[in-house]
């Protein structure tokens, strides 16, 4: 299974958060984990999985300049490119341009978080791939206890 985070860059997960996080990435045999490179959420999730061998970590940076003027609509597409593993739009910051195409994420977490959080979840819904916020990670967590 393909996870992708989503949160705002001010959000700091809580250390209940990311106990439900990891809980939740074994519970469903994720493969791997797909972020925006962006602060906030996306850093302390992939910090959270460092000791997670097993899951493969990907970061999905937004090229903002692309030509040396601030685009934007970077985040946002880059999003859309991050669900649908698409490396190959111009929106994500590769270092090498001949990366594959990867399978689409079969799920999307949502912390909190502003306009680009709230469009990385309005297309993940467009695309049909099931969001579940934070919370509800956290308490399926509690009551499995």
Not at 61 to 68: D, F, L, N, S, V
């Amino acid at each position: 299974m393909i996870v992708a985070v989503t949160g705002g860059t001010d959000v700091l997960p809580t250390a209940p958060e990311l106990d439900a996080l990891l809980l939740g990435l074994d519970a469903l045999h994720c493969t791997t984990l797909r972020h925006g490179q962006a602060s906030g959420v996306d850093g302390a999730v992939s910090r959270a999985m460092f000791k997670r061998r097993h899951i493969a970590v990907e970061s999905w940076p937004a090229r903002w300049r692309p030509r040396g003027v601030l685009d934007r609509s970077a985040g946002p597409r880059r999003s859309a490119a991050m669900l649908r593993g698409d490396p190959s739009d111009p929106s994500v910051e590769w270092p090498r341009s001949d990366y594959s195409p990867r399978p689409r994420a079969d799920l999307l977490l949502a912390w909190p978080g502003g306009p680009g959080t709230a469009g990385c979840i309005k297309a993940a819904e467009r695309m049909g791939i099931t969001v579940l916020r934070i919370g509800e990670i956290v308490e399926l967590a509690a009551r499995s206890r």
